[in-house]
């Protein structure tokens, strides 16, 4: 697998999903947005701060710009800032990913859990894919919350990317 492709593909269905989802929050009532449903994360304006925070936290571990923010904190409760800083941050993860190299990819990284608060070290390339595959399990859990409330996000699989549908 080539993992720079990998990276580059998945920071763009990142940003495409996340233009979707969005769109769709949007037009659901702040208060339904904020209600408690039953998810880990409490509600889909929770779920769509949990990402957020988990992009901010990855990205400031690779960019050695930390993010100094706490787990389960509330970032935005102005939804419609919580999108301008999804849309900023998603550039972001896009002009990064066309900056990696094999080599660093390739080598270990040491980061400190924001879960357990332990030390470990991994494969770069390890977390690089933990950071993508966090932002498509939670937007699972949202896509789950927007079908029961009866918005349909519609297909959300890679492959209808639509740079890879062309």
Same mark, same amino acid.
């Given at each position: 697998?080539?993992?720079?492709?990998?990276? =580059?593909?998945?920071?763009?269905?990142?940003?495409?999903?996340?233009?979707?989802? #969005?769109?769709?929050?949007?037009?659901?009532?702040?208060?339904? &947005?904020?209600?408690?449903?039953?998810?880990?994360?409490?509600?889909?304006?929770?779920?769509? =701060?949990?990402?957020?925070?988990?992009? *901010?936290?990855?990205?400031? *571990?690779?960019?050695?710009?930390?993010?100094?923010?706490?787990?389960?904190?509330?970032?935005?409760?102005?939804?419609?800032?919580? *999108?301008?800083? &999804?849309?900023?941050?998603?550039?972001?993860?896009?002009?990064?990913?066309?900056?990696?190299?094999?080599?660093? $990819?390739?080598?270990?990284?040491? #980061?400190?859990?924001?879960?357990?608060?332990?030390? *470990?070290?991994?494969?770069?390339?390890?977390?690089?894919?933990?950071?993508?595959?966090?932002?498509?399990?939670? &937007?699972?859990?949202?896509?789950?919350?927007?079908?029961?409330?009866?918005?349909?996000?519609?297909?959300?699989?890679?492959?209808?990317?639509?740079? $890879?549908?062309?």
């Amino acid at each position: 697998m080539n993992h720079l492709i990998y990276c =580059e593909t998945m920071a763009e269905y990142n940003q495409w999903m996340n233009q979707k989802l #969005y769109a769709i929050c949007a037009e659901i009532p702040d208060e339904k &947005r904020k209600e408690n449903l039953g998810a880990f994360f409490k509600s889909i304006h929770g779920i769509l =701060e949990h990402i957020l925070f988990g992009d *901010r936290a990855w990205m400031g *571990r690779f960019t050695k710009q930390p993010f100094s923010g706490k787990l389960g904190q509330d970032l935005y409760s102005n939804f419609d800032e919580l *999108r301008q800083q &999804r849309e900023l941050m998603d550039i972001q993860i896009i002009e990064w990913s066309k900056m990696l190299s094999p080599e660093w $990819l390739a080598q270990p990284f040491e #980061y400190t859990s924001n879960v357990d608060g332990k030390t *470990r070290v991994l494969p770069t390339w390890v977390l690089v894919t933990h950071m993508f595959n966090h932002q498509t399990h939670h &937007r699972g859990q949202l896509t789950t919350l927007l079908s029961q409330l009866g918005y349909d996000p519609g297909i959300t699989d890679l492959p209808w990317l639509p740079s $890879l549908s062309d």
